[in-house]
């Protein structure tokens, strides 16, 4: 199957200071990547709809100041956690797809997010 | 938009019998259903998807069956070893999400020895 690879899988940082995470698809061209959170024990919710070259879909209740998604590449996609705050600490996943492979999304391994 | 419901939130079986989780969705032109297996602290993996052109599939042990007029769709895990313990979220999208999926809030599954 298709390759995605999340980077950092595991980070800790201070209250205030901003915190990136990328999102790459390594062996095809990701047309489309979504954002999700996931707290302990509990289904991922979906954040943003990422399209390259395009703004990001957030989905209601998502500040987009606060998580911003930039899609530059059809193989890259960030989202940065700005300001964080304890209650942003969260597993932060993505998944990236593209529709002419006319398949499921590909998940990336997650980034743990530690806000102290 | 979308909305789905997934039961039961945890099924404890024993190894050898079969475990069935039951998600509903709520929009009637989401055409795509995907099970996804989670193991503590890892990525979701793909177990088996369904399409709504069809109301059956299976893969050795896992199943699912889809009913478009109810709107509903099951996974079946026979003959469960330990191994099968995890949680699994199901999830629907199509069209009318531009692909974006929404899961249901997943059922830990624990499959005792």
């Known amino acids: 199957g298709a390759v995605v690879s999340q980077h950092p899988s595991r980070v800790i940082c201070k209250s205030g200071t901003s915190v990136k995470i990328e999102c790459r698809s390594l062996?095809?061209?990701?047309?489309?990547m979504f954002w999700y959170r996931q707290f302990p024990k509990k289904s991922l919710m979906l954040m943003a709809t990422?399209?390259?070259?395009?703004?990001?879909?957030?989905e209601q209740g998502v500040e987009k100041d606060k998580f911003l998604i930039n899609h530059a590449s059809l193989t890259l996609s960030t989202l940065t956690v700005t300001s964080a705050h304890p209650e942003d600490s969260s597993f932060y996943i993505c998944?990236?797809?593209?529709?002419?492979?006319?398949?499921?999304?590909?998940f990336g391994q997650g980034t743990r997010l530690t806000v102290v | 938009g979308e909305n789905v419901e997934q039961h039961p939130s945890t099924l404890s079986v024993q190894e050898g019998d079969s475990a069935v989780i039951k998600c509903t969705y709520s929009?009637?032109?989401?055409?795509?259903f995907p099970w996804y297996k989670q193991e503590l602290g890892k990525r979701p993996q793909l177990i088996i998807d369904?399409?709504?052109?069809?109301g059956e599939k299976k893969d050795q042990r896992i199943a699912v069956t889809l009913n478009k007029t109810a709107k509903h769709f099951s996974l079946h895990i026979t003959e469960t070893q330990p191994e099968d313990s995890a949680v699994y979220f199901c999830?629907?999208?199509?069209?009318?999400?531009?692909?974006?999926?929404?899961f249901g809030r997943g059922t830990q599954l624990t499959v005792w020895p």
């Open positions: 998944s990236a797809k593209s529709f002419s492979m006319n398949t499921e999304a590909f």
């Open positions: 062996d095809f061209q990701a047309t489309t």
């Open positions: 990422s399209n390259e070259g395009s703004k990001a879909t957030y």
């Open positions: 929009d009637s032109a989401s055409n795509y």
């Open positions: 369904i399409r709504s052109n069809v």
């Open positions: 999830a629907a999208s199509g069209s009318s999400t531009l692909g974006r999926l929404y």
